[in-house]
């Protein structure tokens, strides 16, 4: 007896549904059986990752401001990944459409130039991602290199830049030598839904995306197309649907989108550009893309859920005294499980007789 | 010490973990499995390396702990992506992912600790030859080892008969099926190897080179050891070529650097990034997509039909 693997006559719908479930349940058992090892009892530590955070209005306002980010580009890195485009350089994308916004906000510093200053920061952010990110979708359509390296060395190279920009050129003359920029003017900074509050007009920004998102891949020709090339791309091109095309396209909307998310959370909670403005958002919204099924409304699902977990780990770090990896650990086993479960809907698993060997004769 | 000689003696340390990890990667990617998480690997390792030899002592014992931390995080993509067919690329992200974060947990309780650097041989009289001495006879055991562990792989993938049969489940899996080779078993093995190598080679980082763990401290190395075997097309001897230029652009612009010619550091901190981008561009252009030299089955998922 032994276990195979084999394809179903078609699409299961009842495991596509519980998919995302099952992967959750499995994480959250195998979370448990870690805070066990790390002689923490596992239901208190379960209790202050997923439970805590959802207790008090201001963590659940943190969590909003966190999934702001993370659901935009996962938005962006949807479409890619259903195209079969490998954008995995968001990160550094939104780093630069972080800089580029920030360009115009240290330009006008003191200047009170005006309620432009805003959205004119926000296009330049949405601007500066696109174009980055149309570094590797060149490279690739133009000179056959793979997006997958070119765009994650990217991250590296904006990484480096923003540092020496803040180091630099763009630094605080105040700032006591703090490779920070100056705090930004209150024409240059997102505004908050509530007075006093941090939750600001960028998540309405992120709804937004969704919507239009969920539209652009669900109603319209563009969808259909990005659909058809990620799913059969021989077809495609038989029906006149231009691959490469759609590669810069992808490219440029998922780093559009990640440039935009960069200019927000410098502009809004972040409030000034410096090192480290991001904890990896670009990393996890890849997570969040598929935990979500490539799917934009489940994108906005899965990145309120991978928000908690941030928010659950920085209480837990607090609470526990456990390491902050330990989110990143939890998060790659995720992945882990939401692919495993995937994988389940197209394929079964079945236990078969091992065909028992003829002794003589050939094969 | 001459400063020519104090260079070559770095580029050599800086190169061999991009040459340990990519030689592996270069046996997976012949199988035809492309593995993404090469960086989660490599940083277990250094992570497991350095906290057994910080026990144990012992630098041996420290290597075979990476080179065994990196297997067990390839055979979790074995199992994903071999036994239930999931999407290569993705699972080798989430790899990459999960070996950061695992590593950051395991390694927390070590950072600032010290433990005596990988012992280097020194055969006599032969070190004291001229120029090369030092170069060539006085290395520690893992320089040797990655560049044995090269040729060993050229004679295994060109020179036998397991080696044929591996090449031909990476261009044509069906067929290799048919003719009754184990694909998915040879798979496994080949991704297993590329998970100990990758393992070592962060080992190494943790072990030899600094002799400390930090956590990142692998800092894209598995992606640019990625981008070496495209560079090399996949052939063992060009691996070293592209190794070794590639660790003296990571030293060369630490020298300028030292040198204080005025340009920013970080311009020249993001030279191996930079080049590895040229790299890619230069050759995917001169190959083209006809002559390409990839595995022909790269990437996709093989499900066997009984």
């Known amino acids: 007896m032994h276990l195979v693997l084999e394809r179903r006559a078609e699409r299961s719908v009842q ?12 994480t959250l058992a195998t979370m448990a059986a870690l805070f066990w090892l790390l002689g923490k009892n596992p239901l208190v530590a379960l209790g202050v990752y997923f439970v805590d955070p959802l207790t008090d209005a201001y963590t659940l ?45 240290v330009r006008t510093q003191g200047a009170d130039a005006g309620a432009w200053v805003l959205p ?121 649907f231009d691959g490469r095309r759609l590669t810069l396209f992808c490219f440029a909307l998922s780093g559009a989108l990640a440039g935009l998310a960069g200019i927000i959370e410098v502009a809004g909670p972040i409030g000034h550009l410096q090192p480290g403005i991001s904890p990896g958002y670009g990393f996890t919204a890849i997570i969040v893309a598929f935990l979500g099924r490539l799917n934009p409304l489940g994108v906005l699902i899965a990145g309120l859920f991978l928000a908690l977990t941030v928010i659950g780990g920085e209480g837990a770090q607090i609470a526990l005294k456990v390491p902050l990896d330990l989110t990143k650990v939890f998060q790659g086993i995720l992945l882990f499980y939401v692919l495993a479960c995937d994988s389940l809907i197209v394929h079964r698993i079945r236990l078969v007789a091992t065909p028992r060997k003829p002794a003589h004769g050939h094969a | ?77 074995a199992l994903l992506t ?49 120029g090369v001495g030092r170069i060539l006879f006085g290395q520690d055991a893992f320089v040797y080892g990655s560049v044995l562990l090269v040729a060993g792989i050229r004679r295994f993938l060109f020179r036998t008969r397991a080696g044929l049969a591996l090449r031909a489940i990476g261009d044509n899996p069906a067929s290799a099926h048919a003719l009754g080779y184990p694909v998915l078993r040879v798979r496994l093995l080949a991704v297993l190897f590329g998970g100990a190598c990758a393992g070592l080679g962060g080992a190494y980082l943790s072990l030899a080179y600094t002799p400390f763990f930090v956590p990142g401290m692998t800092a894209g190395r598995g992606w640019i050891a990625l981008a070496l075997v495209v560079f090399a097309s996949w052939r063992p001897l060009r691996l070293v070529g592209g190794a070794y230029l590639f660790g003296a652009v990571s030293i060369l612009q630490l020298h300028a650097q030292g040198l204080g010619l005025g340009i920013p550091s970080q311009l020249m901190s993001s030279l191996p990034y930079l080049a590895t981008v040229l790299v890619l561009v230069l050759i995917s252009r001169t190959r083209g997509t006809a002559g390409s030299a990839a ?4 990437g996709t998922a093989f499900v066997p039909d009984r």
Request: aromatic letters at 6%; charged letters at 10%.
């Open chain 2, 295 to 298: 595995p022909a089955s790269l």
């Open chain 1, 15 to 26: 495991v596509a549904l519980a998919s995302p479930l099952i992967a959750i349940a499995l």
């Open chain 2, 82 to 130: 071999l036994g239930l067919a999931v999407n290569q690329v993705a699972t080798g992200l989430a790899l990459t992912i999960l070996g950061v974060g695992l590593s950051g947990l395991i390694g927390a309780g070590f950072v600032g600790q010290r433990i005596a650097p990988a012992p280097h041989l020194f055969l006599p009289v032969l070190i004291d030859l001229p």
């Open chain 1, 120 to 240: 004119a920061m926000l296009a330049l952010g949405a601007l500066g991602g696109a174009l980055y990110a149309m570094i590797p979708a060149i490279c690739r359509v133009r000179f056959g290199a793979s997006e997958i390296l070119v765009s994650l060395m990217l991250v590296y190279v904006a990484d480096l830049l923003m540092d020496f920009l803040v180091r630099g050129p763009w630094r605080d003359p105040h700032g006591l030598n703090f490779p920070t920029t100056a705090e930004f003017d209150p024409v240059a900074t997102v505004p908050v839904l509530v007075e006093g509050s941090r939750l600001h007009a960028g998540a309405i920004l992120a709804l937004m995306v969704v919507l239009s998102g969920a539209v652009l891949l669900g109603r319209t020709l563009k969808g259909f197309e990005i659909r058809l090339v990620g799913a059969a791309p021989k077809a495609a091109a038989f029906a006149g």
């Open chain 2, 1 to 77: 010490m001459g400063m020519l000689e104090a260079i070559t003696l770095s580029v050599i340390a800086a190169s061999t973990p991009l040459l340990l990890a990519a030689a592996g990667e270069l046996v997976v990617e012949r199988s035809g499995v492309l593995n993404l998480g090469v960086e989660g690997m490599m940083i277990m390792g250094a992570a497991c390396g350095f906290a057994a030899a910080f026990f144990t002592g012992s630098t041996l014992i420290g290597a075979l702990a990476g080179t065994c931390a990196g297997a067990a995080l390839a055979l979790v993509f």
């Open chain 1, 61 to 105: 306002q943190e969590i909003a401001v966190k999934a702001t980010p993370l659901v935009m580009i996962a938005v962006g890195l949807s479409v890619c990944y259903i195209a079969n485009v490998w954008n995995i350089g968001a990160e550094g994308q939104f780093i630069i459409g972080a800089v580029a916004g920030s360009w115009l906000a």
